[in-house]
């Protein structure tokens, strides 16, 4: 039999965990709020991500750009075509 392996969370699930139940959440986006500062907007990866930086853009007061893959955003959306190299 093979010996059953248990796969290690991701960073971001971990983060995710931490957002849910965890009281240092507060702390985590006063850091990331801090970094951020004097942007106009911050820049979340697909759910996760846009989770995070949505609670940083809410501390600062500043806009969100979500980056999803395609099909992935209940709207309309604007798009740009690209070719990889």
Request: hydrophobic share 45%; with cysteine; aromatic share 4%.
């Amino acid at each position: 039999m093979r010996p059953i392996s248990r796969r290690q969370p991701s960073s971001s699930r971990t983060l995710l965990r931490c957002s849910l139940t965890d009281r240092r959440w507060p702390a985590v986006i006063d850091a990331l709020a801090d970094v951020a500062a004097g942007a106009d907007l911050v820049t979340g990866l697909e759910f996760r991500g846009t989770m995070v930086v949505a609670a940083t853009a809410a501390r600062l007061d500043i806009g969100v750009l979500a980056i999803r893959k395609s099909g992935k955003l209940p709207l309309s959306v604007l798009s740009e075509d690209y070719i990889m190299e």
